[in-house]
């Protein structure tokens, strides 16, 4: 057996199990359920360059970001810039741009990562499930026919097959230009 077959030089004791190392998961477990904040992260984010804030596409009233704890590669979240917690808060303009973007969204998440469908949805409120309450969020999740298996329900754990630096340049790379 070669060296490179043979793991029983490395540390740990060798056995059947696969790893899934993500470290980048850790600044998310570090900062426990609920994050201290001390500013709203999408009143925040247009304010820095986009890669840095894994934004995607910026439109008049709103604009397109990855979620930085996504569900699936690929998750994208359409926010409004206005601080604004609830969809019937939002202005014509900003529904009829959160529609558009959504759109526009999932066509190029199709295109870039091959997707069979999608979950859209908006969480309003700590009630309802949203991790950032105070400020409406359309979320975009890409869905696969084989993306479910045994993680998410035995271990708590998701699989992304891919890093959100590398998923927000192709995404942002597809979006149309305006």
């Given at each position: 057996?070669?060296e490179?077959?043979?793991?029983?030089?490395?540390?740990?004791?060798?056995d059947?199990?696969?790893?899934?190392?993500?470290p980048?998961?850790?600044?998310?477990?570090q900062?426990g359920?609920?994050?201290?904040?001390?500013?709203?992260?999408?009143?925040?984010?247009?304010?820095?360059?986009?890669?840095?804030?894994?934004?995607?596409?910026?439109?008049?009233t709103?604009?397109?970001?990855?979620?930085?704890?996504?569900?699936?590669?690929?998750?994208?979240?359409?926010c409004?810039?206005?601080?604004?917690?609830?969809?019937?808060?939002?202005?014509?303009?900003?529904?009829?741009?959160?529609?558009?973007?959504?759109?526009?969204g999932?066509?190029?998440?199709?295109?870039v990562?091959?997707?069979?469908?999608?979950?859209?949805?908006?969480?309003?409120?700590?009630v309802?499930?949203?991790?950032?309450?105070?400020?409406?969020?359309?979320?975009?999740v890409?869905?696969?026919?084989?993306?479910a298996?045994?993680?998410?329900?035995?271990?708590?754990?998701?699989?992304?097959?891919?890093?959100?630096?590398?998923?927000?340049?192709?995404?942002?790379?597809?979006w149309?230009?305006?």
């Open positions: 057996m070669s490179a077959e043979d793991a029983g030089h490395l540390a740990g004791v060798p059947e199990f696969q790893r899934l190392w993500t980048h998961r850790m600044a998310y477990i900062a359920p609920e994050p201290l904040r001390e500013e709203c992260p999408f009143c925040e984010a247009p304010k820095h360059p986009d890669a840095e804030r894994l934004i995607v596409a910026r439109g008049e709103a604009y397109v970001l990855l979620n930085l704890f996504p569900y699936n590669s690929g998750h994208l979240l359409v409004p810039y206005r601080h604004i917690a609830t969809y019937d808060e939002a202005s014509p303009e900003e529904v009829a741009e959160i529609g558009a973007l959504t759109q526009t999932m066509r190029v998440l199709r295109e990562s091959k997707c069979d469908g999608f979950n859209l949805g908006m969480n309003q409120g700590a309802a499930g949203a991790g950032v309450d105070a400020h409406l969020h359309q979320h975009i890409p869905r696969w026919r084989s993306d298996n045994f993680f998410p329900i035995i271990a708590k754990t998701k699989a992304l097959p891919q890093l959100l630096g590398d998923v927000r340049e192709a995404v942002a790379n597809a149309p230009a305006t």
